[in-house]
């Protein structure tokens, strides 16, 4: 009883988000990345989306975007059938890029997780762009250079004058232009424009996140990773096998190509 209460909370806060704007565009981004920079064979490729609106935007996994729609919809489906919750995961993709950005008002918000707990914070990293006198057809659009510094990172980003949006994937924005690809100069995160279309969406961050800024979200990132087991059993309360502590422990400590 006391699980279904908590799944009942976690499902209200984050079905019961406001809405913030609606979209005029959506662009659709094929994203490839490492999930271990050291391993070609962690490569994992996602849809991710852009919505686009007058007032802010957001970019998210495809995947993640199902996650939430099937899960309110056995929500409901629970409730109509009596109130039980049970909530069935097992149809429901599993989605590897994880994080959310809000773009509003010239300020951009990371959404991110930590097991099952969610953080909201400021990116650090800035960037800042340097445009290129160099220019190449991707697709149908004629597009432009542009190099930029995040973190410790190199981004190389083609945009097109074409469409005159100063947005982009992930938190990459500022450009004379929609940016139509980009990626760092390893090729270790890379997004593609694969469509683009006019189409009225709701725009709303997820609220069930605790507010907190990027040193502390990433210290505890940090920890979680040197004792990935400990982390588990204050989440769950659980005991697991050996075999189990090594399947967590390889999992978590591979994970080393952080976007922010």
């Known amino acids: 009883m006391k699980s279904q209460f908590l799944i009942f909370l976690f499902f209200f806060g984050l079905f019961n ?22 391993d070609t064979n962690s490569k994992k490729i996602e849809m991710t989306s852009l919505l686009i609106g007058d007032q802010a935007s957001l970019f998210r996994s495809d995947a993640k975007s199902k996650f939430d729609s099937l899960a309110k919809k056995n929500i409901d489906q629970s409730f109509k059938a009596g109130g039980n919750i049970v ?13 959310e950005v809000l773009y509003k008002m010239g300020k951009s918000t990371v959404y991110d997780k930590i097991l099952k707990n ?23 659009y004629s597009c432009k250079k542009a190099i930029g510094k995040y973190g410790k990172r190199t981004i190389i980003a083609w945009y097109t004058s074409d469409l005159p949006i100063q947005e982009g994937p992930y938190n ?24 683009l279309k006019k189409i009225v969406k709701p725009i709303i961050p997820v609220q069930n996140y605790l507010k907190t800024d990027y040193t502390k979200f990433s210290k505890q990132r940090e920890n979680f990773k040197n004792d990935p087991i400990g982390a588990f059993f204050v989440a769950t309360g659980r005991s697991i096998s050996k075999e189990q502590q090594d399947r967590i422990i390889k999992l978590h400590q591979s994970k080393n190509n952080y976007l922010d």
């Open 87 to 99: 909530v069935d995961f097992s149809n429901i993709p599993k989605a590897f890029f994880t994080q």
């Open 17 to 38: 988000s406001q809405k913030i704007d609606s979209s005029r565009i959506e662009c659709k981004y094929l994203t490839t990345f490492l999930v271990d920079t050291t």
């Open 172 to 195: 990459f924005k500022g450009l004379p232009g929609l940016i139509i690809e980009a990626y760092d100069d390893k090729d270790f995160f890379h997004f593609t424009l694969q469509s």
């Open 118 to 140: 969610g953080f909201a914070f400021e990116p650090e990293n800035k960037i800042t762009w340097k445009l290129i006198n160099e220019t190449k057809n991707i697709s149908t």
